[in-house]
């Protein structure tokens, strides 16, 4: 993250605003490609090989396999829903209602981020779980993790409101100012979505892969949906109600 951003930034500032985005894709590319290399020769060193074949189980790879590959489609579709908004938004409403919607989506990101590191944290813990725990101490914990999700984005929520007003109008000017009803929306939607990591969690130890599809198309329909209907109607506002819904 840090020698990218270090290569980037001076990088971007002698290329051309026409060729920035491939140059930026390659300098990413060959960022993460040295880092991925530096990570395996590091783990070598510790005489640590993850990838050996010694290491494998071939019978429960295929199992993981059959289990994973039906979850692919639906996965593609929940990151189609993801940045959906954006492109409503760009299409219906142009630029302006683009940059109201990736700044509210920016001064959001402390709830995103903090949902990201909780799944960091969640799925390990929960691959552990799983095959340890009794079925009522693995039910207690996710119990525990809901309500503690619950708190946790209630509080988010809260600051949101209170914040986002004063923020948003000592740094930037009054053409920005619509983002300020749409950041405690969009955290609220965070941390539904982080409440959906627990619901997962039960499809999972129940091995029912088969849920995840049409759960996903019928989210993919409902944002579509709500921000054709309120883009063109309400601009960013409609697609954050798209996201949320």
Do not use: C
Request: net charge positive.
């Amino acid at each position: 993250r840090v020698v990218g951003a270090i290569v980037l930034i001076p990088v971007m500032l002698v290329t051309v605003q026409s060729e920035r985005l491939w140059v930026g894709f390659l300098i990413s590319a060959v960022v993460s490609a040295l880092a991925a290399v530096l990570g395996w020769w590091t783990l070598a060193r510790g005489g640590l090989t993850p990838f050996a074949a010694r290491l494998f189980d071939r019978t429960e790879a295929k199992a993981m396999f059959r289990f994973g590959i039906v979850l692919v489609p639906g996965f593609a579709i929940y990151a189609t829903s993801t940045v959906l908004d954006r492109l409503l938004v760009t299409w219906f409403s142009g630029p302006s209602e683009t940059a109201v919607l990736a700044l509210a989506l920016r001064l959001g990101a402390i709830a995103t981020m903090l949902r990201t590191w909780f799944a960091l944290v969640w799925d390990p813990q929960l691959i552990e779980w799983i095959p340890t725990l009794s079925r009522d101490a693995l039910l207690a914990r996710l119990q525990d993790a809901k309500e503690l999700i619950a708190r946790v984005g209630a509080v988010l929520v809260g600051m949101a409101a209170v914040w986002t007003q004063p923020v948003v109008t000592l740094l930037y000017p009054p053409e920005y100012w619509a983002t300020i009803p749409l950041v405690p929306w969009i955290v609220l939607g965070v941390a539904v979505s982080a409440l959906s990591l627990v619901a997962v969690a039960t499809t999972t130890m129940a091995r029912i892969s088969k849920l995840h599809l049409p759960v996903y198309i019928l989210g993919l329909a409902l944002n579509l949906g709500v921000g054709w209907w309120w883009v063109p109607k309400i601009g960013a506002a409609g697609a954050v109600a798209g996201a949320v819904v």
